[in-house]
């Protein structure tokens, strides 16, 4: 009987201390969880728009049309849609077509024999922390459009 009397409360304390790591753990698993999910986002987004690039005609008359092209496949990246309209939401929250970067490797006679698509210094706010993305997620395609260097861009 005096055992007993020695042991009472310690139900209380041993909640209050497991429910703190408890606490811990869900918060952590909750943020790994959200940031893996727009990481996910982000790697279809970027393979979708990779895909695009590559498949699309390669209009190089001027300097402007190169630009022209790069801008509708980081549309395609940020919106999924190569003409968004004003409405029109990222994939992910706070992506912008400025972190998207489009590089075309060439041949040695000009023509593109590649494209590579990754994002800039994207980052993502956590619960408790935010990840930065730098140069990730990167994919590279072969160019397997149509090289039309007297066309331009409309």
Known sequence: MKRRRFARGH??????????????????TFQFGYTFYV?????TAVGNGAR????RSYRAATE?????????????VVYGDAQP??????VTAGLKPERVE???????DGKPS??????RGYTVDAVFRSFT??????????YVGRYAPGESER
């Not at 309209?85 to 990222?90: D, I, K, V």
């Not at 489009?102 to 040695?108: G, K, Q, T």
């Open 52 to 55: 695009y690039a590559a498949q």
């Open 133 to 142: 993305f730098d140069s990730r997620p990167m994919v590279e395609f072969p």
């Open 39 to 43: 990481y996910n986002q982000l790697v």
């Open 114 to 119: 590649a494209v590579n698509v990754t994002v």
């Open 11 to 28: 139900a209380m304390l041993e909640l209050a201390l497991s429910a703190g790591v408890m606490v811990t753990c869900l918060a952590g």
């Open 64 to 76: 402007r049309d190169i630009e022209l092209g790069n801008q509708a496949i980081r549309n395609m």
């Open 85 to 90: 309209t004003a409405e029109l939401a990222p």
């Open 102 to 108: 489009v590089r075309w490797i060439l041949n040695d």
